[in-house]
T-cell receptor, first 113, second 114 residues
């Protein structure tokens, strides 16, 4: 099955700086890569996703890049704010007919005011 | 509109008890997923329904775990003879349909087995 690795496990940045979280996946059949933000005790919330036919996607301060050849994808958050502090999970999905997400182990991001 | 809801939010069970966890997906969503999230870890897939059909149960850790979605809407995850290692947050997610559709998560049920 798919194996998703995520780094770093913890990340501290000063408010206004950028944060980058990286993930690798093992199965070249994976074609959908969402990122979820999870605050303590809350549900995972989708913040951005990318499909394998796209190399980069941006939504305001958040961007995701995908390198299919190297089988890695990254989350970039610019101009970080204290409310960005949370645990971020990357995930990969193999399709068709297998929609379940394989998650990374998470990155705890702390934005220092 | 209403998001995915789960009940109860918290459940404490004595070892050996049976528990039932409920998930109400977003209305009209075809696909429903159950995940298990251990403390400090990412969610791990348990099982997947498309309407009432359970298409994948490969992630269920043992035959003590059973899930159903008899009318293609509400789903129940049942754990029989709970063990301490079952303690985790159980997350439900639903998606409209299709491969790679966005999955919307519920708030989870935190199960503690004493």
């Amino acid at each position: 099955g798919e194996n998703v690795e995520q780094h770093p496990s913890t990340l501290s940045v000063q408010e206004g700086d950028s944060a980058v979280i990286k993930c690798t996946y093992s199965d070249s059949a994976s074609n959908y890569f969402p990122w979820y933000k999870q605050e303590l005790g809350k549900r995972p919330q989708l913040i951005i996703d990318i499909r394998s036919n796209v190399g980069e996607k941006k939504d305001q301060r958040i961007a995701v890049t995908l390198n299919k050849t190297a089988k890695h994808f990254s989350l970039h958050i610019t101009e970080t704010q204290p409310e960005d502090s949370a645990v971020y999970f990357c995930a990969a999905s193999i399709g068709p007919g297998a929609n379940n997400l394989f998650f990374g182990t998470g990155t705890r991001l702390t934005v220092i005011p | 509109g209403a998001g995915v809801s789960q009940s109860p939010r918290y459940k404490v069970a004595k070892r050996g008890q049976d528990v039932a966890l409920r998930c109400d997906p977003i209305s009209g969503h075809v696909s429903l997923f159950w995940y298990q999230q251990a403390l400090g870890q990412g969610p791990e897939f348990l099982t997947y329904f498309q309407n009432e059909a359970q298409l994948d149960k490969s992630g269920l850790p043992s035959d003590r775990f059973f899930a159903e979605r008899p009318e293609g809407s509400v789903s129940t995850l049942k754990i029989q003879r709970t063990q301490q290692e079952d303690s985790a947050v159980y997350l439900c997610a639903s998606s409209p349909e299709g491969v790679g559709d966005t999955q919307y998560f519920g708030p989870g049920t935190r199960l503690t087995v004493l």
